[in-house]
C-alpha cells in the first residue's frame, strides 16, 4: 500500500496517526522519522525515535488494541520533537514494574521461558526510557494510557559539520 493510499484510509493529520492495525506501528515510525529529519535530527537520533515510536504503538496495539499518535516540535531553545500517544485499554496497573527491563505483563519473563506463553520480551518500555530525554506515563481515569516522549536534537545531521 502505498503511503498516500494508507493516508487517506487512515484519515491523518499532518502530525497525527490513528492506530489500529500493526502496519501503524511502521507507518508512525516513518511519519516521526520524516518529522525529525526536517527538524535537522541526525540519522542515529532518527532511529532512536523510530524504535521508540514502533514500541509504543506496539503497545498500545498489544493492550488497547487502538489508539492515537500526535508528534510536534516544542517550543525550546534546543530543537526537541514530542510524541504523545493516547489509548483507552485498561492502563497500567504498576508503571515503574513495566519500565523494568525482564518485566512482560507484570511478570519476570525468566519465570516463563517460553516466548509462546507471553505478550512481550520485557525490554519495551525500558529501551524507550534509554533511547528517549523524557518519557511520562499516566493512566487516565477511567481508563487508557497517555505516554508523552520527549527527543532532544543534540547533534548536527550526518555530513554536516558543527
Known amino acids: 500500500m502505498t503511503e498516500d493510499a494508507?493516508?487517506?484510509d487512515r484519515n491523518c493529520a499532518d502530525n497525527c496517526c490513528t492506530i489500529s492495525r500493526?502496519?501503524?506501528s511502521i507507518w508512525c515510525s516513518r511519519k516521526c522519522a520524516r518529522f525529525a529529519k526536517e527538524m535537522g535530527f541526525c540519522e542515529n537520533d532518527i532511529w532512536e525515535l523510530c524504535i521508540a515510536t514502533s514500541e509504543l504503538v506496539t503497545n498500545v496495539l498489544k493492550y488497547a488494541g487502538t489508539g492515537k499518535l500526535s508528534f510536534s516540535a516544542t517550543d525550546s531553545q534546543v530543537p526537541e520533537l514530542e510524541i504523545v500517544v493516547e489509548d483507552d485499554g485498561p492502563g497500567i496497573s504498576d508503571i515503574p514494574q513495566a519500565v523494568t527491563d525482564g518485566i512482560s505483563e507484570?511478570?519476570?519473563?525468566?519465570?516463563?521461558p517460553d516466548p509462546r506463553t507471553r505478550r512481550g520480551l520485557g525490554a519495551g518500555l525500558g529501551a524507550v526510557h534509554r533511547l528517549m530525554d523524557s518519557v511520562d506515563i499516566q493512566n487516565r481515569h477511567p481508563r487508557g494510557t497517555k505516554v508523552v516522549v520527549i527527543k532532544r536534537c543534540d547533534h548536527a545531521p550526518s555530513g554536516e559539520n558543527g
Open 22 to 24: 500493526e502496519i501503524d
Open 106 to 112: 507484570g511478570i519476570d519473563v525468566s519465570e516463563r
Open 6 to 8: 494508507h493516508r487517506g
